[in-house]
């Protein structure tokens, strides 16, 4: 009866889970197209009716009722645990993470903890995954991201199903005690695997060997990893359907070899599935691809009946979904079955060149990167333009070779150990080539397309596109209807390009970079893109031992990713008020990542080793240029711009010589003011006697020696910007500085309480938004 169906029960399914947990009444109209689709277009039965509408109403209830039971037990109070650890520890230079099930609740924290000494970090790289241990320490709530568009790990731990940070004072590792069962078991085999994978196998080929055998990708190089993201081939190195249906290939071919019956081998396999997703760390990739193979294999061997591919997947979904309705948020969980769909469904279009290699590879890498092209820029906001000539080379290269070498490495190692090593050096060394080659290739410009997080509106147009781009190809003939099928994701990505490029708003952006400085100022129609600062993370000198293999950069960790959101490539002007670590220390990772048309910095007379660098890197990249100096102007797109300081002399305090930065904006005086502090005002207020504006970015982060009571009483500003960390060390923005501007009615909006600052226009009206406030507004 639902033969060929299931596809449409699994899209019930979905629009019951997204109803109860976004609460959009989108959702409930979408279910009600369905329906009417379904009986008028499909013909469904009423039997069949009444069977989708209760998937519908099953999988809403379903997933209101999770939301109800997962209320945490916990007040926040509690310091003492009794933690049972669910996965082997993650062990960055002095930073420790895990995650770990309070015994009493069953209910699971993330449990961080800095280690104070090299013996500890020891000590702590030999917890075992089913080990309980007594733990003190204080219940923290994840944050929320704090700009828009930002990974929101609050939001991500809820999908998780995990509410308390527990920040660890102290575990007494001689008191633990290990958890006797069969899952502990399994999970503690990983541990073991990766562990041994390291020990005793070269620096290349140990990461790729944990990620592509047990799903572990902790340990590859951040350098390496971008640089297969930006290739739009990282899902080589993870787990996926091509590795599993590998690995049981194999498993498969050896028993026979070792004359186990084919019935056997069969029940074997089947009993290996569940053991081999625990063992791989449960990916979403991994648990579609063996839930897949496992239904087959059931069906073949008890069941006369067949199944179309595509209903195996829709069982597989709906009941995946139906165990954890917070799976569909998880990016792998999304990319997994959505390109999976698309090849099933796609499967007439591949018969076509399934004779011809070449052209076999090029169609399933096209149908694969035009699938995911709406999660990718979701949730990456860029898209790669040459995965699919790099996918022709790569895919073979990890499918035939790199793969299946590792595995069957890995199995003859733990046969005959050290005996392996000079073949496992000669392919270290061959891989090696390969991560060099890899490297190479990521650097070369136009890598990919830069296009931004897609609005609604677009969104919904890849989502309705694409499908009829697949419906186009599936029905084209000729190479004149196949050309005309490939215009519709051209369009959609053009059309997607126009709507940053062409948007007739604007916008000011006081981005949240913690304590320091980053302001975002687009102009209407692309006229203008300027960055003022770039915010900075000070970096402590720490011995060897204790250092991060990707430390938290802000340049790169927060601004870069937001402009990239936006769909920002280039920046007419980076203009960099002074140099203090917090405002231009992410300078690097922008100069790096976008092209930059002009810097802007003040003129010193002696320039900080960090401005060396900026300099230099300018200097490489051929950027120019330009030393400000009081009575610079520029206008663009109609909006007037212009530098009120410093002024020629130099020998001035850091802070005083900061670039004082005014400008027009919907019909708004703006000043952004740098770091500027009390000196620094009374010589701008000399200068220019009778300047007014209407909204200040308030000097030096609301210091006590800034924002005077005579530049206020002088300026009369209506609102005023502060960029300051939470609970910052410094105490900003000082009581003081708060008073003043309180006693003047001035409204007050604050990175440390409000997130990100937006002043979004368009023509010479605007409204100013704060980040926390639209979540509020928006809180799924």
């Known amino acids: 009866m639902l033969k060929g169906n299931w596809i449409f029960i699994c899209l019930a399914a979905l629009l019951g889970v997204l109803f109860a947990l976004e609460g959009k009444w989108i959702f409930l109209g979408l279910a009600i197209l369905l329906f009417l689709f379904l009986r008028l277009v499909r013909k469904f039965s009423a039997k069949m009716m009444l069977i989708t509408v209760f998937i519908f109403i099953l999988f809403l209830g379903r997933t209101e009722l999770t939301e109800r039971l997962e209320q945490t037990l916990f007040t926040g109070e509690e310091k003492a645990f009794f933690i049972l650890f669910e996965e082997p520890p993650k062990i960055d230079g002095n930073y420790f993470t895990t995650y770990g099930k309070d ?56 999908h998780e199903h995990i509410s308390w ?77 091509l590795n599993v249906a590998m690995l049981i290939g194999i498993l ?58 595509v209903d195996i997947l829709s069982i597989v979904f709906v009941g995946y979904v139906f165990i954890d309705p917070h799976i569909i948020y998880n990016v792998g969980f999304q990319l997994s079955f959505v390109v999976t769909y698309a090849l099933i469904l796609s499967a007439s279009i591949l018969e076509k060149y399934v004779l011809k290699p070449v052209p076999f590879l090029i169609a399933t890498s096209i149908i ?46 733990l046969l005959i150990g050290d005996l392996l090593n000079p073949l496992l050096h000669f392919f270290d060394f061959n891989l090696r080539l390969i991560h060099q080659l890899t490297l190479y290739l990521s650097k070369f410009p136009l890598n990919t397309l830069v296009l931004g997080r897609p609005s609604n509106f677009v969104l919904i147009l890849y989502c309705v596109g694409i499908p009829y781009f697949f419906f ?22 053009t059309l997607h390009l126009l709507t940053i490029k062409l948007d007739v708003s604007g916008e000011v952006m006081i981005i949240d970079v913690g304590q320091g400085d980053s302001i975002l100022i687009q102009l209407p129609m692309n006229k203008g893109t300027y960055l003022i600062d770039t915010g900075g993370t000070l970096q402590f000198s720490t011995e060897e031992w204790m250092e991060r ?48 048309e002009e810097v802007v910095l003040p003129k010193v007379e002696e320039p900080s080793e960090l401005e060396i660098e900026i300099l230099e890197l300018c200097d490489e990249k051929k950027i120019p240029i330009h030393f400000a100096i009081r009575g610079d102007t520029w206008t663009a797109g109609g909006y007037r711009f212009a530098v009120l300081s410093p002024s020629n002399t130099v020998h001035v305090e850091k802070n005083d010589q900061s670039i004082v930065l005014y400008a027009e904006i919907a019909k708004l005086k703006w000043l952004f003011t740098g770091d500027l502090e009390e000196e620094g005002e009374r010589k701008l207020l000399a200068n220019y006697p009778k300047l007014k504006v209407d909204v200040l970015k308030v000097g030096h982060h609301g210091s006590k020696t800034s924002t005077t009571e005579s530049l206020l009483d002088q300026l009369e500003p209506k609102v005023a910007l502060i960029s300051a960390r939470e609970n910052n060390r410094f105490g900003h923005p000082h009581g003081d500085v708060l008073a003043r501007l309180e006693e003047r009615n001035i409204r007050v909006y604050r990175t440390d309480e409000n997130g990100a600052i937006t002043f979004q226009f368009r023509g010479e009206q605007g409204t100013f938004l704060t980040h926390f406030h639209m979540i509020k507004r928006n809180p799924n």
């Open 103 to 158: 015994e009493g609740t069953k209910e699971t924290f993330v449990l961080q903890y800095r280690l104070s000494t090299i013996e500890e970090k020891e000590a702590f790289e030999q917890i075992s995954v089913g080990t309980v241990c007594k733990v003190k320490g204080n219940l923290a709530q994840p944050e929320p991201s704090r700009n828009p568009n930002a990974f929101d790990y609050k939001e991500y731990l809820r």
């Open 165 to 241: 940070i527990l920040e660890v004072e102290n575990i007494n590792l001689n008191q633990c005690e290990e958890k006797r069962n069969l899952l502990a078991y399994l999970q503690k085999i990983r541990q073991n695997g990766i562990q041994y994978i390291y020990a005793h196998f070269p620096q290349n080929t140990a990461p790729f060997a944990a990620a592509l055998i047990f799903g572990d990708r902790n340990l590859i190089e951040p350098d390496l990893m971008t640089a297969y993201q930006r290739l739009g081939i990282v899902h080589l190195i993870a787990l996926s359907g």
């Open 252 to 309: 498969f071919y050896t028993g026979l070899r070792l004359h186990i019956t084919r019935e056997k081998m069969v029940y074997a396999l089947m009993a290996f599935l569940p053991i081999y997703i625990i063992l791989t760390g449960g990916a979403p990739s991994v648990i579609r691809a063996c839930l897949m193979m496992l239904f087959a294999l059931v069906l073949t061997k008890f069941s006369r009946k067949k199944l179309m591919p």
């Open 368 to 413: 694969s990167q035009i699938a995911s092209m709406p999660i990718l820029l979701y949730h990456f906001f860029e898209f790669s333009i040459v995965s699919f000539l790099v996918n022709l080379v790569y895919v073979p290269l990890f499918s035939v070779v790199i793969t299946p070498v590792l595995m069957i490495m890995y199995f003859l190692h």
């Open 472 to 493: 186009r190809w599936e029905k084209a003939r000729t190479i004149k209807q196949i050309v005309v099928a490939v215009i519709i994701p051209i369009s959609l990505l």
């Open 549 to 596: 293999a990707d430390p938290f950069e802000v340049g790169k960790d927060v601004v870069v990713p937001y402009l990239k959101s936006k769909g920002i490539t280039k920046l007419d002007k980076l203009i960099l008020t002074h140099g203090d670590m917090d405002h231009v220390g992410g300078a690097k990772a922008v100069l790096q990542s976008l092209k930059v």
